[in-house]
């Protein structure tokens, strides 16, 4: 068992290793600019479907979200115009550099919560989920100190008891 | 003002407010002294429990939580060099020297000490200036407050993050989350894509424990697991502070409070503005300039009162007009609004017996907060180096126990989990996530003074510029965007500067 768990860390290692020399750059504010600039455009376009109005309103449920998405696309299409400008210009962008490592890492964990959340979900115990949590940043963490594997599960198992019995949280 | 305190009096010493004070103190403490969680954190965990409260226990709760924030965050800096939260940074800088040379009850004292006299007097400004200002707020029509909405949210959204452009979408962003649900005007859907759950709209809390909880859980992808370890044996002085240090600290604990308070009311400043301000002034004036950065009292001292002052006083603008002084107290203001409590001048009238004891409540907070500085120093000594292997699950936990007790189903602990991720997101794109909270807690006072404004002068949008009121707002949004335009032009060009000089020396290696 142990040294199968050795030999699943060396790979992860290794793979690890590979994934933090890949990066990739993004020029921020352009990404920034573009991104929210469809995202506004969406919302403008989905308005009529999502939000009903009635023909008497002088002013109705679309006129904050249209003001809104307004001062969104003026906004960005300055910081798209900045941007553009800094290329004919040749002066350098701002850059946001992000690593493949870091990304697939987080991926993990966010992976660790949606299966504690799926099992909360499935099985409508809330202290499953909890448990599974414990134990899978335990593991994501490597620790090997089983103390804290007894300390982590035992806080988990006290958080639902608490939100259970005393705060009268059903789940 | 007399006719509300004695009352109010009356409806704070209780056994069930004085548990909550001492409660939200000691895991404010607590959570200000780990490096990495944050008082904001702290206060999200814990907004859903409030929501079972009436007002006063649910406020005295969160105010623990924020002053001994204010003060927990010193013990890590002064113990281990790291500052639990980021205003405590400038306390480090003479905090942990004097620790090193031997001192650290001592040092811990001064910080206790200091941020118990800034916070008191921050809560006495409160007390005396709330009422004026809420006077000035009552003469405030629909417009005016609109104008107030917008400003708040310019000044937050030019001040949170790098880039003023990139803090305005994301307070467009949070606006926009705040739309979700049903119409408050005319209750007919907006956004709810055909899911039944969201025609209540989002819940603040949930959306916070996404945006501000679970992405601090994804960012552990980005940091090394480093433990902190502190062996608290080492803290065996006798924390004996002479009289000529006691001497040396009143000049700057008083002007630092005085700053604090200055700085707090404007929103979107915060305590680190003020403990960085004050450390520099305190520098200044002192007659030993020498000994800052090497375990000065005065520099403690300074920066300790300065971001403590800054709690009552951020509560001032959030009490009477509604706009809150920075993320954590624009939490609270959904704590009182859950119980029918709004900013204004009822809230001085009206309720004023529950008004003013919540802000004596805020005295309370800050004594108690010295009396369990004094004893459990230790203990709070002990959580520096708690495992992030163990702390990390267990935040998660409380994420989702929080979410789902807030309306007792899982499409809520679903909701906080996409907005982590979209914080997680966001944060890649540099977004500030501030902005965003701010639209999510101005949103439901933004909209229906736009829209009542808007039905009062038949659409015309000329009503935004009617008044005196108008008016100011208006030159005083001008002016707020003006100096922080100004203010980022000189940032990049010291950037530029530095730039430069570090090329310069490049080239002559």
């Known amino acids: 068992m142990k040294q199968s768990l050795d030999r699943f860390h060396a790979r992860m290692d290794a793979w690890g290793e590979k994934l933090r020399e890949k990066e990739f750059r993004i020029p921020v504010d352009l990404t920034v600019g573009v991104i929210f600039l469809i995202f506004a455009l969406v919302i403008m376009w989905i308005m009529p479907q999502q939000v009903v109005i009635s023909e008497k309103d002088v002013v109705n449920g679309r006129a904050f979200p249209t003001l809104l998405m307004t001062v969104m696309i003026i906004a960005c299409a300055a910081l798209i115009v900045k941007e553009l400008y800094k ?14 490592q870091v990304e697939m890492k987080a991926l993990v964990i966010l992976a660790i919560l949606v299966i504690s959340y799926m099992l909360c979900r499935v099985t409508d115990l809330f202290v499953v989920g909890a448990v599974f949590c414990a134990l899978g940043f335990l593991f994501y963490f490597r620790c090997k100190k089983p103390s804290y594997y007894v300390i982590t599960i035992a806080i988990a198992v006290g958080i639902w008891a608490a939100f259970r019995f005393v705060l009268g949280v059903d789940f | 003002m007399l006719e509300y305190i004695v009352p109010a009096t009356g409806l704070l010493f209780t056994l069930e407010n004085i548990l909550w004070i001492n409660i939200g103190v000691f895991v404010g403490s607590v959570f200000a002294a780990i490096p990495g969680l944050s008082v904001i954190l702290c206060v999200i965990l814990f907004l859903p429990v409030t929501y079972t409260m009436t007002a006063i226990p649910g406020m005295m709760f969160l105010l623990g939580i924020y002053c001994a924030g204010g003060y927990g965050g010193s013990v890590s800096a002064i113990l281990i060099n790291t500052p639990g939260t ?40 409160l007390l005396f200036l709330g009422p004026q200002v809420a006077k000035i707020a009552a003469q405030l029509g629909t417009p005016e407050y609109f104008m107030v909405c917008v400003f ?123 403990s960085w301000f004050s450390y520099s002034q305190a520098k200044n004036m002192s007659k030993h300039p020498e000994e800052f950065g090497h375990g000065s009292v005065e520099g403690i001292a300074a920066a300790e009162s300065a971001n403590n002052a800054v709690t009552g006083a951020t509560l001032i603008p959030l009490l009477t007009l509604g706009i809150p002084g920075d993320g954590t107290v624009a939490l609270m203001l959904s704590a009182l609004m859950i119980n029918g409590l709004n900013p204004g001048l009822s809230l001085f009238t009206t309720d004023g017996d529950i008004m003013y004891a919540i ?9 108690f907060m010295c009396i369990q500085g004094k004893f ?13 292997e163990i702390l990390t699950p267990v935040i998660v936990i409380f994420c989702f126990a929080g979410a789902y007790s807030v ?29 965003i909270l701010l639209g999510l807690v101005l949103g439901k006072m933004t909209e229906p003074h736009f829209r009542r404004a808007l039905l009062i002068s038949n659409g015309d949008p000329a009503i935004f510029f009617s008044s005196i009121y108008c008016l100011i707002f208006l030159a005083l949004i001008i002016v707020a965007v003006a100096t922080i335009i100004r203010g980022k032009l000189n940032d990049q060009k010291k950037e530029r500067a530095a730039a430069a000089a570090a090329a310069n020396v490049h080239e002559e290696e």
């Open chain 1, 87 to 100: 290329i004919a210009t040749k002066k350098p962008l701002t850059w946001k550099v992000i690593n493949l």
């Open chain 2, 86 to 125: 980021p205003h405590a940074a400038a306390t480090m800088l003479d905090g942990h020297p004097l620790s090193q040379q031997g001192r650290t009850k001592a040092a811990l004292k001064i910080a206790l000490y200091a941020s118990t006299f800034g916070g008191v007097f921050s809560a006495l400004m």
């Open chain 2, 152 to 274: 708040g949210l310019t000044i937050i959204a030019g001040v949170s993050g790098k880039s003023m452009i990139r803090g305005i979408i994301s307070a467009c962003l949070g606006l926009l989350i705040a739309c979700i649900g049903s119409d408050p005007m005319t209750s007919y859907d907006r956004f709810t894509f055909g899911v039944s759950r969201l025609y209540l709209g989002l819940d603040l809390a949930v959306c916070l424990i996404g945006l501000f909880a679970l992405v601090e859980i994804l960012a552990k992808a980005e940091k090394r697991l480093d433990a902190l370890h502190l062996d608290t044996r080492k803290i065996k002085d006798d924390g004996k502070i002479t009289k000529s240090e006691y001497k040396r600290m009143i000049r700057p604990v008083l002007l630092s409070s005085l700053i604090g308070v200055m700085v707090g009311i404007i929103p979107g400043t915060g305590a680190s503005e003020a």
């Open chain 2, 359 to 367: 802000m004596l409540g805020l005295i309370l907070v800050n004594i």
């Open chain 2, 376 to 388: 459990l120093t230790t203990l709070f000594a002990k959580v520096v180096s708690i495992p992030q």
């Open chain 2, 407 to 435: 309306n007792n189903n899982y499409f809520d602990v679903g909701v906080a989990l996409i907005f982590g991720a979209l914080a997680w997101i966001l944060r890649k794109l540099d977004m500030p996530p501030v902005p």
